[in-house]
């Protein structure tokens, strides 16, 4: 190997989380000629960290104001089905679907009924409440008084969506980190990249797509640009095992929009069932260390489910933060992001959900550039990155 390749491509992405990963496989379907840059490992962002909830848009149904773009929302578990079967706009054949449908409940507090209420009238033809005989059996429990709800919103295995996506693609995706970029005044660009092996590769591209999550920050300062600006939203995320009763996928409804808490249930290296615990539990926790927000998420659990037995159950809490474009009063955006400035488009999914839209969005923005589809050509042998492991797989410190 000389010390420096050449390679020209249509578009470099950067960034092999669900948004970079999803897009590369639509790009090189509709014959563009692009490859993805991962600094690190695919999934390692918020991918690995995600509950893997194919949101349909309940959340801002609640809220009873749709929007256009939240409207966007309602067909993603749609596109998402299509793609588990074989039919879709990517192929995710090989990915796991841990639940085919997240359920939401309601307790009988008067701010969960109001939301229960509108759930059942303005989510009429997405949500079922549920008779007691089909719902989750700890719902079943005698003592629950609140209502059950099935949504139309998959829970899939975030590991296997990245496999998925990736495998098909290995050859165009390069372990590499950005050393500096030189634009054109087309807009196209030459990119030096250092990969892990020490290799150095010049890169010829037309477009730049930025899909480095929180990378995105710090790819674009070192193309010497401050916008678009970044939004972190700080997360503690809550893991239990040990006892569980039943594989559970829910939100329980709170006064917001924002579920009080969000379960999605994970395996262990053993297989031993992991409840992961998100929603307003984990916004909350941010300020609450370990232990603090360990006892949280045992008296939520204990007031929302009091028949609940979590006497044999081991605790573990992480941290990890969302990554979004800046919204006023840092709030949370409800569509995704992209946005093109000479020669680099800059991408933010907001949700997993979303990476198609994002996609989708992404493959507009190059067609009314025309930055038009050369053709896969065969790429050189180069260094590639291995797969990130989900954080029930890896944590060692359970209290
Ligand atoms: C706790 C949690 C739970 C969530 N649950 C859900 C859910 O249930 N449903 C849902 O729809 N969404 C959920 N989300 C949101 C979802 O995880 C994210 O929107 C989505 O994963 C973002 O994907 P991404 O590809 O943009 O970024 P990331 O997953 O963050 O991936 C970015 C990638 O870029 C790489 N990178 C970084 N810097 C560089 C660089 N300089 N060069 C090259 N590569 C770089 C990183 O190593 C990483 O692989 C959740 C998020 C969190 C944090």
Redesign the pocket.
């Known amino acids: 190997m000389t010390d420096q390749q050449a390679v020209a491509v249509d578009v470099v992405i ?9 897009l590369l496989a639509r790009l090189r379907k509709a014959n563009y000629n692009a490859i993805l ?19 349909g848009g309940t959340k801002y149904a609640l809220t009873g104001k749709l929007t256009a773009s939240s409207e966007a929302v309602f067909q ?1 578990p749609g596109i998402w089905r299509d793609c588990l079967q074989g039919h879709g706009e990517v192929d995710l054949q090989e990915a796991s679907v841990l639940s085919p449908h997240q359920f939401m409940w309601s307790t009988t507090s008067f701010t969960s009924r109001m939301a229960g209420f509108f759930a059942s009238h303005v989510m009429r033809s997405r949500t079922e409440s549920l008779p007691a005989k089909e719902r989750p059996l700890i719902f079943q429990n005698s003592k629950f008084k609140g209502h059950v709800y099935r949504l139309d919103e998959p ?1 899939l295995d ?1 590991a296997t969506i990245i496999a998925a996506l990736a495998k098909p693609h290995l050859d165009a995706i390069l372990q ?3 050393e500096s970029v030189t634009f054109n005044p087309d807009a196209s660009s030459q990119l030096a990249l250092k990969a892990t092996d020490g290799s150095r590769w010049q890169v010829a591209t037309n477009r730049i797509v930025l ?6 920050a ?2 674009l300062k ?1 193309m010497g640009r401050d916008s678009p600006a970044m939004q972190l939203r700080p ?1 503690h ?1 809550v893991m239990l095992r040990g006892g569980l009763p039943e594989r559970l996928y829910a939100h329980c409804l709170g006064a917001s929009v924002n579920p009080r808490i ?1 379960i ?1 249930s994970h395996s262990d290296t053993f297989g031993e069932i992991v409840w ?1 615990l ?1 929603g307003q539990l ?1 916004e909350d926790g941010v300020k609450r260390n370990e232990a603090e927000q360990i006892q949280a998420a045992k008296d939520e659990l204990h007031d929302l489910m009091p028949w609940l037995d979590l006497s044999q159950t081991h605790w573990s809490t ?1 941290r ?5 474009p800046s919204q006023p009063h840092s709030k949370r955006p409800d569509t995704s992001f992209v946005d093109e400035t000479t020669g680099v488009i800059t ?9 198609p839209k ?1 996609a989708a969005d992404v493959m507009e923005q190059l067609q009314h550039n025309e930055v038009v589809a050369s053709g896969t050509e065969p790429l050189p042998a180069w260094p590639q ?1 291995a797969f ?1 492991e989900l954080p029930w797989q890896e944590e060692t410190r359970w209290n």
């Open positions: 950067f960034g092999g989380g669900v948004a970079g990963l999803w840059v991962e600094s690190d490992t695919l999934g390692t962002g918020q991918t690995r960290y995600a509950q893997g909830i194919i949101h993603m829970v975030t590499a980190t950005l899909a480095a999550g929180q990378g995105n710090g790819l070192t997360l995320m969000t999605t992961y998100g984990s992480l990890i933060d969302r990554a979004e991408t933010w999914p907001t949700k997993m959900a979303l990476a994002l990155p990130a």
